[in-house]
């Protein structure tokens, strides 16, 4: 059904695309597919899982190849550009949907924190495993910041028209640039402060954040 439904999004676009139109080309009965998706959003997660996945698994040439943190962090955000350039053309209509705070679509839902864990689980692998050493005070924090940064850079894509997304490559170097200097400078003490501040910040004013952050702290 997922297949189905990603050839649909990009043959008559996501908000035209039913759940009736996905089942019957499917080939399986609406029941059957509601089972399965509650929603054509919630379809959409399991999208969003799969992109992920897959993520992961090509990152980790990346991972297994670099030390230095501006590399490891450019190669996992450049990876994913490679995994999400087939959905271009339609991620426009995905982020119309994902824009409202009340949609499964939103990356700080309830519905995407599985996705959202993961990518947060992936950005600490490529601090933990960089020769550039995390201050502990920052640790748990970065890994959210880089998520959230990422999120700049989809956001980014989305509208990014040059060919082969160029632009966004570039933004995605040029940040991870930045990345390796701040976390380089990072152990000096009078600047871990700043980094707190624009993680409370986030975790403040971006919904799912802050529940996050508490839930794992539970656990």
């Given amino acids: 059904m997922l297949e189905t439904a990603l ?3 990009q043959e008559r676009g996501y908000d035209k695309t039913t759940m009736r139109a996905i ?12 089972y399965y998706f509650s929603s054509k959003e919630h379809l959409v997660q399991g999208f ?11 990152a980790r040439a990346v ?8 590399a490891r962090v450019a190669g996992v955000l450049t990876v994913w550009l490679d995994i999400a350039a087939p959905y271009h053309e339609f991620a426009a209509q995905f982020f119309k949907n994902a824009a409202d705070p009340e949609s499964p679509l939103s990356p700080f839902s309830p519905e995407s924190e599985h996705a959202r864990e993961a990518a947060v689980a992936l950005h600490r692998e490529v601090l933990a495993g960089s020769r550039t050493k995390v201050v502990d005070e920052l640790a748990e924090m970065l890994p959210e910041l880089l998520w959230l940064s990422q999120m700049g850079l989809v956001l980014y894509w989305v ?35 700043l980094v707190r501040e624009v993680h409370e910040l986030f975790a403040e ?15």
């Fill in 63 to 70: 991972l297994d190849r670099e030390t230095e943190l501006e």
């Fill in 159 to 193: 509208f990014d028209r040059s060919e082969d997304s160029e632009r966004t490559r570039r933004l995605a170097e040029r940040g991870a640039r930045l990345v390796g200097r701040g976390v380089a400078l990072s152990r000096f003490r009078v600047l871990r402060p």
């Fill in 7 to 9: 050839r649909l999004f």
């Fill in 48 to 58: 969003y899982d799969r992109i992920g996945s897959e993520h992961r698994v090509a």
């Fill in 205 to 219: 004013f971006l919904p799912g954040i802050a529940e996050t952050a508490t839930a794992r702290r539970k656990t």
């Fill in 23 to 34: 089942a019957t080309e499917a080939g399986v009965s609406v029941g059957n597919a509601y």
